[in-house]
């Protein structure tokens, strides 16, 4: 399975302080309960692609937030004071995530509009996409757990991962995600790269009448349509890994 099966971008702009590499996921998934799945800080499976390009899984291996949950029990000892959050979080709202054809958007051939939940289909292949862009709103924030704190937590460990995590897989040969992106409103514009045809134009109205309200399509022009989502809590829509060998 390629990663294009489950992200449409691996590399994001660094303009709101995302790192290069970002995986962007086709499905957002909608965190109803954060306290039992929080997706930072787990270990995710990585999917190593001879001659290809080898991409994490996103869905935790072993307990969610396992890191995090480790740096909570050893806080005294890594000098982590009690009052200090275990991770930053940064407001991105009015921010913006554009993706181009040939250049960061790896999208496929299906029609299933990326960045937004439900599968939704238009009845064009995401071919034709020239550009996708996130217009991020009120509630969007990344979350990331800082580089000094899982430094730290390897070197109370001499660096070596059997000690540090005794959980029955080798933690070196998968990955730990240390920042999310959230966002509770916010928009995907599609562009493409010619003008869609009346019966995609004539898809939109449709699509919206099998939708609720925090989920809607509208018409830009001939070339571009809009998904705008409103939701009570956030949507992961992407995110970062680091591997145990560069902790420190």
């Given at each position: 399975?390629?990663?294009?099966?489950?992200?449409?971008?691996?590399?994001?702009?660094?303009?709101?302080?995302?790192?290069?590499?970002?995986?962007?996921?086709?499905?957002?998934?909608?965190?109803?309960?954060?306290?039992?799945?929080?997706?930072?800080?787990?270990?995710?499976?990585?999917?190593?692609?001879?001659?290809?390009?080898?991409?994490?899984?996103?869905?935790?291996?072993?307990?969610?937030?396992?890191?995090?949950?480790?740096?909570?029990?050893?806080?005294?000892?890594?000098?982590?004071?009690?009052?200090?959050?275990?991770?930053?979080?940064?407001?991105?709202?009015?921010?913006?995530?554009?993706m181009q054809a040939?250049?960061?958007?790896?999208?496929?051939?299906?029609?299933?509009?990326?960045?937004?939940?439900?599968?939704?289909?238009?009845?064009?292949?995401?071919?034709?996409?020239?550009?996708?862009?996130?217009?991020?709103?009120?509630?969007?924030?990344?979350?990331?757990?800082?580089?000094?704190?899982?430094?730290?937590?390897?070197?109370?460990?001499?660096?070596?991962?059997?000690?540090?995590f005794d959980i029955?897989?080798?933690?070196?040969?998968?990955?730990?995600?240390?920042?999310?992106?959230?966002?509770?409103?916010?928009?995907?514009?599609?562009?493409?790269?010619?003008?869609?045809?009346?019966?995609?134009?004539?898809?939109?109205?449709?699509?919206?009448?099998?939708?609720?309200?925090?989920?809607?399509?509208?018409?830009?022009?001939?070339?571009?349509?809009?998904?705008?989502?409103?939701?009570?809590?956030?949507?992961?829509?992407?995110?970062?890994?680091?591997?145990?060998?560069?902790?420190?």
């Amino acid at each position: 399975m390629p990663y294009t099966d489950l992200y449409f971008s691996r590399k994001v702009s660094n303009s709101l302080g995302f790192a290069r590499k970002l995986w962007m996921l086709k499905l957002p998934r909608l965190i109803n309960e954060p306290e039992e799945f929080n997706f930072l800080g787990s270990i995710v499976e990585e999917i190593d692609i001879f001659l290809g390009v080898s991409y994490p899984l996103p869905f935790p291996m072993t307990t969610p937030a396992i890191m995090l949950k480790r740096l909570a029990a050893e806080r005294e000892t890594l000098n982590i004071p009690p009052e200090q959050s275990l991770f930053l979080s940064q407001s991105v709202v009015g921010g913006n995530i554009s993706m181009q054809a040939a250049k960061n958007l790896d999208v496929g051939i299906e029609a299933t509009l990326p960045g937004i939940p439900g599968g939704i289909d238009i009845g064009v292949s995401n071919e034709k996409l020239a550009k996708v862009t996130l217009t991020l709103s009120e509630g969007a924030e990344i979350q990331l757990i800082p580089t000094d704190y899982l430094a730290r937590f390897a070197k109370r460990y001499d660096g070596d991962d059997d000690q540090a995590f005794d959980i029955g897989i080798n933690v070196s040969d998968h990955l730990f995600v240390n920042m999310i992106l959230l966002a509770k409103n916010y928009a995907v514009s599609y562009q493409y790269k010619e003008s869609l045809s009346a019966q995609a134009q004539a898809e939109i109205p449709l699509t919206n009448n099998q939708l609720g309200p925090k989920l809607q399509l509208q018409s830009v022009n001939e070339y571009a349509v809009e998904a705008k989502i409103e939701q009570d809590v956030p949507y992961l829509l992407g995110f970062k890994t680091i591997d145990w060998d560069d902790f420190d």
